[in-house]
């Protein structure tokens, strides 16, 4: 429009000059024919100018019509391009095509891609915490910057989990695996959780817990004892060619019974033998594909899936998008079943990644050692010390100097007049009133190694509490019970043979002796907030 106006301006004025020329000239040079002819060449020339002025009008104004359209496009675009620069503050309500919040199918399973992407992850209390990461990011790194943001305790037993609530699927990521590819992968409904899993990588220090021997084929075979060593080298090696074995029970598809059959699993896939228990190539039936599968926890066995036992898994295809169908249901006699089963196909799928895995905690913290400061002179000189007396002396029998230590802890606690019969509440290791199915699911989740304990509010006596306790990988409860004695309260576990001030020196104790219990206290079961 401006333009039009300027030129509309330009030729008006100079349409008024020329009538200026005109009236000047015809008045003071010219008369008769010539003037006649020279006035009337003006007024041609007038016309022609009229003429024009309209006809740059219609043309400017064809011409700037589509301009300005086309102008408004491109800021258009480039405004919807700039949009990725800018999280999306709400992407759990909204996600438009141009959002920089990655939708399920936006990004093909194993194509490279770059650039940054937010992917939301949740805790066990349902809070979440949106994250922007790049496309290589893997499973490992991401649980480190989880650590390192919450400010957690960073003893490499982290790990992010994918959890499908509708199909009540769950399954932890490799910590190879790229995060963005897996949540490409994942359904509407899936999400991420940020727990601990200390059984992850337990097989590779306790191989003969995971895999009995009735199950491992070569050790029927051979019908000898296998090295820990040797059992994990058949796994690992390409060359060689391990099986598991044993029955299973097998959901058939499209029907809600399920059929007990044998069941082989080979670095080829999972089979299940449709004569009894024979190996012969022409009676295997292939169950499922290990190559182009996950395999998955199934948190919702008997109430969603009708299952036999609470020990159900599953094989799911990676080009599964929420189909019960598609899902390979299988459910094993008990929990170390299961974990025979499910350890080995993470094994045949991965390999030598799985060790690889594994062992780069070990070598971060061999390098870490290295840089770590040496003890000052003054540190290594350092010697007990008796100030109860008038004059201080060196104590030099470490049972004396043991015991004094002890006895100036207990003197600290009684010149602090402090209540310490709560103060357990803050410790990571303490849920609070949480039912005692509600403690077996923590442990369930949090891998059911040896060692593994959280401490909660006794259900049947208000002012006990209970241990709860995996061993085997089951799980027992151990009830602590108050006892007074010249007016103060102790804690005890065993009917008052040893006593406590408080539930922190009792769980340090048994982090250092067994006493009454089938094992020490290793891993505490903590939940944090991101």
């Not at 258009?76 to 095509?97: G, K, M, V």
């Not at 040797?230 to 690992?236: I, V």
């Not at 969603?304 to 295809?317: L, R, V």
């Amino acid at each position: 429009k401006a333009v039009i106006v300027c030129i509309q301006k330009w030729v008006f004025s100079l349409t008024h000059t020329v009538e200026e020329w005109l009236h000047a000239y015809s008045a003071h040079k010219h008369k008769g024919i010539h003037g006649r002819a020279v006035h009337m060449c003006i007024r041609e020339h007038k016309l022609i100018l009229k003429v024009c002025s309209t006809t740059v009008l219609y043309d400017c104004s064809s011409v700037l019509c589509p301009l300005s359209r086309r102008l408004q496009e491109e800021e258009q675009q480039l405004r919807t391009s700039s949009l990725p620069a800018i999280p999306n503050p709400f992407p759990e309500l909204c996600s438009p095509a141009s959002s920089p919040v990655l939708s399920p199918g936006s990004l093909p399973p194993g194509e490279p891609s770059t650039g940054k992407y937010i992917v939301k992850i949740f805790t066990e209390d349902g809070m979440g915490k949106v994250v922007e990461i790049p496309a290589d990011m893997t499973a490992r790194d991401l649980c480190q910057l989880l650590v390192y943001k919450s400010h957690c305790v960073d003893d490499n037993s982290w790990a992010l989990v994918e959890h499908h609530p509708l199909l009540g699927l769950e399954r932890c990521l490799e910590d190879h695996e790229l995060v963005v590819q897996v949540q490409a992968s994942m359904n509407s409904d899936g999400r991420f959780l940020f727990r601990k899993n200390y059984a992850k990588y337990e097989f590779f220090r306790n191989p003969l817990a995971f895999f009995p021997e009735h199950m491992v084929a070569w050790c029927q075979d051979t019908n000898r004892m296998i090295p820990p060593s040797q059992l994990l080298q058949n796994f690992l090696a390409t060359s060689s060619c391990p099986e598991i074995q044993g029955y299973l029970y097998v959901k058939e598809v499209g029907r809600k019974s399920w059929k007990k059959v044998y069941v082989f699993l080979r670095r080829s896939g999972l089979y299940c033998s449709t004569k009894g228990t024979s190996k012969e190539p022409r009676h295997l039936q292939l169950l499922a594909d290990i190559e182009d599968s996950n395999i998955f926890t199934v948190i919702t066995g008997k109430k969603q899936h009708g299952a036999p036992t609470d020990y159900e898994f599953c094989i799911k295809p990676n080009k599964c998008r929420g189909e019960l169908k598609e899902l390979r249901m299988l459910c094993a006699e008990d929990e170390q079943g299961r974990t025979c089963w499910m350890t080995a196909f993470r094994l045949f799928k991965y390999g030598i990644v799985l060790y690889q895995n594994y062992k780069i905690p070990q070598q971060r913290k061999t390098l870490l050692s290295h840089f770590s400061a040496p003890r000052s002179v003054s540190e290594n000189s350092l010697v007990a010390m008796d100030f109860s007396g008038r004059i201080g002396r060196v104590i030099d029998n470490p049972v004396e100097a043991q015991s004094a230590a002890m006895e100036e802890g207990h003197a600290w606690r009684v010149r602090h007049d402090l209540s310490f019969l709560f103060i357990h509440i803050a410790q990571l290791w303490f849920h609070g009133r949480i039912t005692r199915e509600e403690s077996h699911r923590i442990i369930h989740q949090q891998g059911q190694v040896d060692g593994l304990f959280l401490l909660r509010v006794s259900q049947s006596n208000p002012k006990a509490f209970v241990l709860t306790l995996c061993h085997h990988q089951k799980i027992k409860h151990f009830q602590i019970l108050p006892c007074e004695e010249d007016g103060q309260v102790f804690f005890s576990l065993d009917d008052g043979a040893t006593k406590f001030t408080d539930l922190i020196q009792l769980v340090e104790f048994y982090q250092l002796n067994r006493g009454v219990l089938p094992c020490k206290l290793r891993h505490p079961c903590t939940v944090v907030a991101l």
